[in-house]
């Protein structure tokens, strides 16, 4: 299941933003290199046509509209796919977060 905002994620429910996020960064260390590799790659595939669309427009006006688009596209395509491949690896990621901070 692809879910769009982290609050949506079972395994981060009752955490507040700032403990999703961190819950998450850590999900995405843990990821095995092949994946994080596919990963960027996918990230790579939204971002280079837009930037070359950027590179290649013909007005600053033109250039500012690719700019808009890369600033809402990016996020709208990467992040349901970074839940996706960091799902599996949540749940531990969530209860080494919760024993750090309960040791400090």
Sequence with gaps: MLYWNSRSIPELNELNFRDRMSVLRRATD????????????LKLVVLIPLFLAIARSGSLLEGFGWCVLLILLYPL????????????????????????????
């Design 30 to 41: 843990q990821l095995p290199t092949p994946k994080k590799l596919v990963l960027n790659l």
């Design 77 to 104: 395509a990467t992040r349901p796919v970074t839940f996706a491949f960091t799902q599996p690896l949540l749940r531990q990621a969530r209860y080494q977060f919760e024993q750090q901070k309960g040791s400090e």
